[in-house]
């Protein structure tokens, strides 16, 4: 989107890392413009500018003007950016110089507008599952973003990036399929069924004692046939007698 600001830059005699800490200290980052058929000129910028522009409404997609002191005023876009990964801070810019009469290819963050009929009445969810989508336009034509009405969505029901309205010379690039938002029903987590304590019947001998009651039993058996064959020879002397 074309924005009425001007940024002021001066153009860079040196660099390397020594002069770019200098600049820094001196309120300054380096910067460099290139494009349009041009050679790249090695800039420097106030970073605050830089940062307005970043958190504006159209943030990267912001065409402004870039003012080189001894040069001509030329149309740009930020299109890069280093910043401290500590503090922050910017530590250096890219700019490239915009040709107004050529179109540009440009991602555009999606909006959804309204309440989903779907979730009052019918209990379900709105997702939103494309957050930006790719068009191709003029400079001047470059929107801050797109709405698309979700109102009368129900469960079941998506809004698709070709329902998006376009003017001007916008052309859309992404799929015109691609689902923007849709509205989905929840899904309830069944909780386990409490498993149905087992009570043995009355009298009847519990499943794992089993195995101890057979043993127990073998052994008894085993015991009496011991005393059988120590009472018999002791009963067979006796008759002899």
Known sequence: MRRDVTVAAEVRASRGKNEARRMRVAG????VVYGAFKDPVSIAVDPRAIRKIVHSESGFNTIFDLAIEGSDTTPVMLVD??????????????????????ALKVSIPVHAEGEAKGIKLEGGL????????????????????FTVDVTELMIGQA??????????SMKLLSPGEAVIAHVVALRVEEEPAAE??????????PVAGEPEVIKKGKK????????????????????KK
């Open 28 to 31: 300054k980052i380096p910067a």
């Open 81 to 102: 950016r280093q910043v401290d990964p500590v503090h922050g801070r910017l530590l250096h810019v890219d700019f490239k110089r915009i040709d107004l009469a050529k």
């Open 126 to 145: 709105l997702e939103l599952v494309t957050r930006f989508v790719e068009i191709e336009c003029l400079p001047d034509d470059i929107p801050e973003h």
């Open 159 to 168: 809004k698709r990036a070709k329902e998006i309205t376009l003017s001007g």
């Open 196 to 205: 149905a304590a087992v009570t043995p019947e009355a009298g009847a001998a």
């Open 220 to 239: 008894e058996e085993e015991g009496a046939a011991a005393e059988e064959k120590g009472k018999k020879p002791a009963e067979e002397k006796g008759k």
